[in-house]
């Protein structure tokens, strides 16, 4: 079964903490795209970041970073010195080439940063 | 940049009514998604359509139809109406169908069914 965990339900943090976001995906495809969306409170999916399946190369982008490993099947992402504006929930999302044309979402992150 | 655009972006409706949600794709993006988002969910995919025709069904209502028009722009028509419908609906779209394509995201529209 393809499916997406992101096993934190909500995290709190302070101004310019460090913040690690965790999503483990399953799929028997071997082809496959992960992808990070960021939802603020004002509704909208605002697209962040994609990775495909062959391409481990880990990003850095600003004060966001990613993670992924095929070997635990993780795909984490990471906000250094946060920011009010970062407050939001974020999502994990998943692709596979015999899935195919939807994004199946994990629960969602509600990340929250506080002064 | 121009984004997915949708309207109208709330709406609300009575029991057993209709609504049409519309979607306006990025500029030269030939692929649109719909998907629906309940209160504190994660988005659930509803239906795709490539080139004016459906390219993937999900988890969509009979009650539910959809289609894309010549000029990429699609509609989500939903009829008899439900209170569990109120959600956020979003329309996505992509430049491409393949896997590849990301699926760039509108505002939403929310409706609530009262």
């Known amino acids: 079964a393809q499916k997406v965990t992101q096993a934190q339900t909500e995290i709190s943090v302070v101004e310019k903490e460090d913040v690690t976001l965790d999503c483990v995906y399953e799929?028997?495809?071997?082809?496959?795209?992960l992808f990070w969306y960021k939802q603020p409170p004002s509704g909208e999916l605002v697209f962040l970041i994609r990775?495909?399946?062959?391409?481990?190369q880990n990003e850095i982008s600003g004060r966001y970073s990613w993670n992924f490993q095929k070997s635990t099947s993780s795909f984490n992402f990471t906000i250094t010195a946060s920011q009010v504006v970062d407050s939001a929930v974020y999502f994990c999302?998943?692709?596979?080439?015999?899935?195919?044309?939807?994004?199946?979402f994990g629960t969602g992150t509600q990340l929250k940063v506080e002064l | 940049a121009a984004g997915v655009i949708q309207s109208p972006r709330h709406l609300i409706k009575e029991k057993r009514e209709t609504a049409t949600l519309k979607c306006y794709p990025i500029?030269?993006?030939?692929?649109v998604y719909w998907y629906q988002q309940g209160p504190g969910q994660d988005p659930q995919f509803l239906i795709s359509?490539?080139?004016?025709?459906?390219?993937d069904k999900g988890s969509i209502p009979d009650r539910f139809s959809a289609q894309q028009f010549s000029d990429y722009h699609s509609e989500l028509n939903m009829s008899s109406l439900e209170l569990g419908d109120s959600a956020l609906y979003f329309c996505?779209?992509?430049?491409?169908?393949?896997?590849?394509?990301?699926?760039?995201f509108g505002p939403g529209t929310r409706l609530t069914v009262l």
């Open positions: 999302a998943l692709r596979w080439a015999g899935g195919g044309n939807k994004l199946t």
């Open positions: 990775r495909n399946s062959f391409d481990e």
């Open positions: 799929t028997r495809d071997t082809t496959y795209y």
């Open positions: 996505a779209s992509s430049p491409r169908q393949g896997l590849e394509g990301t699926q760039y």
């Open positions: 500029p030269r993006h030939d692929t």
């Open positions: 359509f490539y080139e004016k025709m459906q390219s």
